[in-house]
């Protein structure tokens, strides 16, 4: 049994998109402040820390999470996946990036970090979605600038993109 | 909006949340998916001064189908019980109605009996599990007991469950092959109910469960009625749910909705 | 010295121009990385420190005293600043009318709406800050709470403000053209009274602000994600007592949204700078999503009578306006600019010549209002619109050829308005004929038949709206007599800025002051300027960060009023324009030809009849820095050019009130059709087609962009969205799950058609396209609902409930033995009860039980502790709680109408973190005959505060839970037993008994 003290800060290790981190929390701290304010990955945003906007989501060991709904102390020892992840590399963007890029599917891009993470989770896993799968998947997002469509369009488009590519490398 | 401080116990073993619940009683919370807890705790709603982590207890995340009852751990999430291939099987109630739970970020961390400890009169696990006459499995260092659904709903966010009790598991009757059907009308797809209705064929007739209207959820059996009998008793029991208006419905667009409602899911299940 | 640098290459001097093509946005990169960078993303000064707000849960109360001791000793706090101390450091801000009335962005001595600050907590972190201002001890007397806008108004009202009386803060009448003879001689007149709801279009990111005040200079340096209009700078350095150029005002490069909204921050910003006055360090604020929605910003509400004078074919003759705004609880600036900024454009899309008005504005007991996308726009239209289609009803028309028989002629631009604004241009005719080709509107018309014939509720609405943008910053001063404003000076005009620079590689930089929020101007500036340059995009570089102490600005500065693509990106094509044109010059004397010989295209100078002949663009542009000496004398600097714009056409209003309240006005056509679902009345849009003519557009994929979102948020307010009120003032969603956004099961998508007719006014014919949809969809959602269930009025949102209640029959009666239900009245949040109970004791021993303290702290639930204050007045201090929901409240209870040992009357209140409640209770007690005591009850509760903003849809079980407590717990103590067979009574002692031993 590990029980740490209110008042005081306690390490917490975990994995951030593969690279280890540690910094220390206080038994309340959310996990989307410990990465935003401890680590300083603040591509993860937090719109209402009440678990419905959906801007903070990331993917804490394969789990679409709510950072806002977790405490960095749960999280230790943990994989945890954010928006500094997805990119292949710091002058390339994915292919959902991309899509999204092309389709004008964000405007201010305070809500885009927690939509991404949902969508790359999902693609992953289900290869070739109907619109109305994305729809039931992004329906946990709040978005006020783009009327959503945009974001559906990219997301299909970047499903198609991504199957093509997983189909070429099985040819191979 | 920050929570206000509390101790945070990570438990290696039941023993020890049962110690920690024993110890400091109603001061203490415990913590599973998080999905209702944290935000009350954001809001400073809740202020327990212990949270006990109860998620990396392996003991308590299985699903378990033995003798005529699925038997949900306490650490089982919403979405691993939905990919559980023997849910359409063995729950096809559940199997209807999980995807009304939340949206597929909250289904994730959110846990099936975290959803019941809850006990909002509008969420659809607690209304699942009246509907089905499933028992919650509740343990203290004192004693170990079941208690079914419909005692352990007592009221609005309140239950059975004594402040030294865990919720280590719930349990349902498996399917025993009768129809059932689910229908849920809330303001947008996966807000909270403002009616949810469950029929649940029985051996004598059928069972109508109604969530989001009473302060928990209600159920009520019938004989295979139809016609204006069902419309009486769909009415009596629309008028005794006790209905009330909120910024989202009234208590008139809620009982027209369970007598809608209830018509229809009957008429599917008794066809 | 001409040396082109490389010859083998051609230029092509005619190339495709970059504005008008949908290019990717420069922003986007960063923002799809996690690199963005708004304000809660940038670091901090060492030693900044965190605040806190603690908000009043009343509606309306007095203030009695405040007790921050505790607060101010709690550990890591720094300060804590109440009504009083920002008062002694600030002075009141600027009210937008004439009147004796103070504004504080606190509560001083009252309290006038939930959510209105009351202390700052400045701490060493935000949570530590949250734990000492749960310690501070308001204590207030609560007034009466007035929350609709007409009830405002009647003589018995609670009054907010001495100053404004009868809480009225202004009150004009207009008359234009004739419109006393147009209604007489009239065939029909036609009336429509709207109540438009209150609703807010809610960034996603919230308010925040770092503000240090830099005592040495006796300046402020603040950085908070305010949009603009910078007329605000001047209303913020005024309350903070400093002059303008001692108030360094900054913006973040990144800003999540705002539609409006973050034009609210402003008095958040004189908070924080107190604060860091105060405490003698820099303070960071962000605002939560419980204080954004309880108390950020809100469109205004509006009560509106419209009557039309209308001929026997349909033609308008005169509108009658009565519009009653609700700008809340304080006349910020710069309200009431929601009421005047659609002055001039109150016929809309229409040739009306006759037109009267009345404009009140009041106050009432909600969270002060402010800019929000559509800005007057919903509230005027959803009027008009509805209107238009009743005439149609009324006269058997079809509604679409009454909107065509009144629209402007196609002619007649520039059409001057009945009440002053000057239509820039369009063919409305032509619009609408493109739309219904393009939009299929005779198939959307078969549609409907045959889904009526299936019995399917299906409907369809039309809506016409002329979308103003490019406000003429004088507008307001509408609401003030011609006399008033020849004495206050004269305000008009809408002065754009941009700055073009070379830098000593040729680099081109861009910089405004129009403050975005992810509407993509850097990408636009880049492909405007790099027009004129004859670069690409890429070549330009554009900053919209702005620095009011060092960046050129005007008041009219900011992201507001759909100005961008109207008047900032023109202003830097014109200031990248006077650095090519004297470019030309210095190129023309090196590649000796003349200067109209020039043109730049493909990152060169080149000569337009001989293209070989040319010098590299990086050349030309870097010799100022390099070789000024060798520019030609005439040319003037090539470094750097700052263009002020102003359209002249802006005038201020003239002495008969007519005011060309903006300078551009796009076009909109809509058509919807909706399915109302006869089970649930949800409303579902079958196809919506929006038709739209913005002038010449820079970049459609932006436009359709702004299309699209401002069609969602529009959606969001016709079906989802209100800030919904009690009667009694508490605040009924503050939540995300309360306040409904539409998300991607909601939204479809719209088909979106364009027009192009260019504004002559504008330096690239460009119109503001913002904030259109917002203005036409909530209107033509509601028309097709009425038109689906037949109905003559309908209210926003179109709740399904309310829907119903409209047009279903009356309900089927309770079985025999079953009272029905109680009609509730709406709004009320009161809840009544009763319930009776056996008690195994005399009536004489119960009395004394009710009148004993130490029975009190045995029943009252939860209770610590009870101080007898008189033998019938208590005080206790209490825990309350249903399930995990617990709270510490100070309770006050009083006995009247004491009749022992027959009855008493129990009057309490109770106050805490979570809210406040108070009951009465009428008590029987009768003896049984059997040597015990028939004990009846009935009460009458409320709760409210923050419990009532963020679980109102769990209140009134709360309630019966907490007040069930009570009586349960008398009933035990006395040893009694419920009365036998169903009874709340025993309902509530059974919940009751399950919170026992709950501290």
Known sequence: MTRLAAHSRYPVRLSLNDTPVEAEAEPRMLLSDFLRHRIGATGTHVGCEHGVCGACTVIVDGMLTRSCLTLAAQVDGCEVQTVEGLAPSPDRLGILQQAF????????????????????????????????????????????????????????????ELAATTEEKSDA | MKPAAFDYIRAEAVDEVLEGLSKEGGNARVLAGGQSLMAMLNMRLARPKVLIDIMRLTELSRIEDRAGAVTIGAGVRQATLLAWPELTRTLPLLALALPWVGHVQTRSRGTICGSLAHADPSAELPLLLVALGGEVHLR????????????????????????????????????????????????????????????????????????????????????CLDGSALDDALNGFAHELDARDDVHATARYRRDLVRIIGRDLIGEVLQ | MAQPAARSASVDVERRPWVGRSIERVEDAALLTGRGRFIDDLGTPPGTLHAAILRSPHAHADIVSIDAEAARR?????????GEQVKAMTSSLVVGVKAPVECWPIATERVRYVGEPVAVVVATDRARAEDAADLIDVNYQPRAAVIDPLAALAADAPVLHDGFPGNLASDRSFSYGNPEQAFAEAAHRFSIDIRYPRNSCTPIETYGVIASYEAAEDAFDVLANFQGPFSIHTVISRALKVPGNRLRLRTPPDSGGSFGVKQGVFPYIVLIGAASRAAGRPVKWIEDRLEHLTASVSATNRATKLSAAVAADGRVLALDWDQVEDCGAHLRAPEPATLYRMHGNLTGAYDIRHVRVRNRVVVTNKTPTGLNRGFGGPQVYFALERLMQRIAIGLDLDPLEVIRRNLVPAGAFPYRTATGALLDSGNYQEAIAKAVEQGKLAELMARREEARAQGSLYGIGFTAVVEPSVSNMGYITTVLTAAERRKAGPKNGAQATATVALDPVGGVTVHVASVPQGQGHRTVLSQVVADVFGLKPQDVRVNTEIDTAKDAWSIASGNYASRFAAAVAGSAKLAAERIAHRLARVAASQLNVEPVDIVFAGGFVVSKRNPENRVAFSRVAALGHWSPGSLPDDAGQTIRETVFWTPPELTAPDDEDRINSSLCHGFIFDFCGVEVDRTTFETRIDRYVTMHDCGTILHPAMVNGQIRGGFAQALGAALYEEYAYAADGSFLTGTFADYLLPTTTEVPEPQIIHMETPSPFTPLGAKGVGEGNCMSTPVCIANAVADALGLEDVTLPLVPAKLAGLTRGPEPEPPAGRSSAKPAREGDRRLHGEGSASVNAAPDQVWAMLLDVTTLQAVIPGCQRVDKVSDTHFRADVTLGIGPVTGRYRADAQLFDLDPPNAVTLRGKAEGALGFGDAEGRITLAPDGKGGTKLHYSYDAAIGGKVASIGGRLLDGATRVIIGQFFAALAHQAGGAPAGGFSLFALLRRLANLFGGRQ
């Open chain 1, 101 to 160: 890029r092309r389709n004008h599917a964000l405007q201010c891009g305070f809500c885009t970090a927690g939509i991404l993470m949902s969508l790359d989770h999902y693609l992953r896993r289900n290869p070739s979605p109907r619109e109305a799968d994305i729809r039931d998947l992004l329906s946990g997002h709040l978005c006020r600038c783009t009327g959503y469509t945009p974001i559906i369009k990219a997301a299909l488009e970047a499903a198609a």
């Open chain 2, 140 to 223: 203290s260092t004192r004693r170990r007991r079941r208690v079914s659904a419909s005692e352990f709903f007592v009221g609005m966010m309140a239950t059975a469950r004594a402040e030294d009790e865990l919720i280590e598991a719930v349990s349902f009757p498996a399917h025993n092959g009768g129809r059932c059907a689910f229908r849920e009308v809330a303001r947008r797809h996966g807000d909270f109910a403002i009616v949810a209705c469950a029929a649940v064929a029985t051996p004598t007739g059928v069972r109508l469960t109604v969530g989001g209207v009473a302060d928990v959820p209600m159920a009520r059996d019938w004989p």
């Open chain 3, 74 to 82: 709690a550990p890591d706090v720094a300060a804590v600043l109440t």
